[in-house]
C-alpha cells in the first residue's frame, strides 16, 4: 500500500473517502466542456482528446485513491502528463501558430524536465508540478497580452492552480489540526483548472 496522503489513517478500499469522491471534479470539468464544444460546434478529435483525458485523470485519481497500489498510481500520474502534453501541443499549433518542428522540440524538451522534476520529494513531492505551473503563466501571459477572447481565462487557471498545488504541499503538515487533510482541495481546484484551460483554448482556435 502506498500511504502519501494524510487522509489515510488505515488500510482499506474506503480509507479515503473524500480524496476519491472529489475525483468527481474531474467528470464535472469534462462534462461542462462537451457543452461548450457542442455549443460552439467544435467537438472535434482535438477536442474529445482532451475531454477523454479529463475522464481519465479523474478515473485514474480515484483507483489511485481507493487502491493506492504502484500501478494505480501509474494511472493516477500518466494522464495528468498527457493532457498537459497535448494541450501545449495544441496551443502552439493552433493559437501562437508555431511550426510542428520548433512544437515537437518545446514538448520534449517539456517532457524531459517534467519528468526529472517528477523525481523530486520535496514540499511532500509538488515540486512535480512547478513545470506546469511555470509554463501555465508563460501561456496566461501570452494569452493575456495577445488580447484574445476572455483574455484571463488561462491567468485565473494560474492563480487557481497555485492555490490546488499550496493545498496539496500543506497536505501531511495540517495532519495534526485537520486529520482529512487538504489534498482533496487539490482535487476541486484543479478540476476547475481544466475547465478553464480548456475553455481558453477552444474559444480562440482559429474554425474552419
Same mark, same amino acid.
Given at each position: 500500500? =502506498?500511504?502519501?496522503?494524510? /487522509? +489515510?489513517? @488505515? $488500510? ?12 468527481? !471534479?474531474?467528470?464535472? !470539468? %469534462?462534462?461542462? #466542456?462537451? +457543452? ?7 467537438? $472535434? %478529435?482535438?477536442? =474529445?482528446?482532451? =475531454? ?9 485519481? &480515484?483507483?489511485?485513491?481507493?487502491? @493506492? ?5 501509474? !494511472?493516477? /500520474? ?15 499549433? /493552433?493559437?501562437?501558430?508555431?511550426? +510542428? ?14 519528468? @526529472?522534476? !517528477?523525481?523530486? &520529494?520535496?514540499?511532500?513531492? #509538488? ?12 501561456? %496566461? ?8 477572447? /476572455? ?5 485565473? %487557471? ?9 493545498? +496539496? &504541499? ?11 487533510? #487538504? ?26
Amino acid at each position: 500500500m =502506498i500511504d502519501l496522503y494524510c /487522509e +489515510r489513517m @488505515a $488500510d482499506g478500499l474506503w480509507a479515503e473517502p473524500l480524496n476519491a469522491v472529489t475525483n468527481l !471534479a474531474f467528470l464535472l !470539468a %469534462a462534462g461542462l #466542456s462537451v +457543452r461548450l464544444a457542442r455549443w460552439h460546434r467544435q467537438l $472535434d %478529435a482535438a477536442a =474529445i482528446m482532451l =475531454i477523454g483525458l479529463m475522464l481519465l485523470i479523474g478515473i485514474g485519481s &480515484t483507483l489511485f485513491h481507493i487502491l @493506492a497500489s504502484g500501478w494505480a498510481k501509474l !494511472a493516477d /500520474e500518466l494522464p495528468i502528463l498527457l493532457f498537459q502534453l497535448v494541450y501545449l501541443w495544441l496551443y502552439c499549433r /493552433e493559437l501562437i501558430g508555431l511550426q +510542428r518542428a520548433v512544437s515537437a522540440l518545446l514538448l520534449l524538451g517539456y517532457l524531459g524536465v517534467s519528468l @526529472a522534476a !517528477a523525481q523530486l &520529494t520535496g514540499l511532500n513531492g #509538488s515540486l512535480g508540478y512547478v513545470p506546469a505551473l511555470l509554463v501555465l503563466l508563460g501561456l %496566461a501571459i501570452y494569452h493575456l497580452r495577445l488580447g484574445q477572447r /476572455e483574455s484571463t481565462l488561462l491567468l485565473q %487557471a494560474c492563480g487557481w492552480f497555485l492555490l490546488s498545488l499550496t493545498l +496539496r &504541499t500543506l497536505d501531511m503538515a495540517l495532519c495534526a489540526y485537520w486529520p482529512l487533510g #487538504s489534498h482533496f482541495g487539490w482535487h476541486l481546484l484543479n478540476g476547475l483548472v481544466l475547465y478553464l484551460v480548456f475553455r481558453a483554448w477552444l474559444l480562440n482556435r482559429p474554425v474552419g
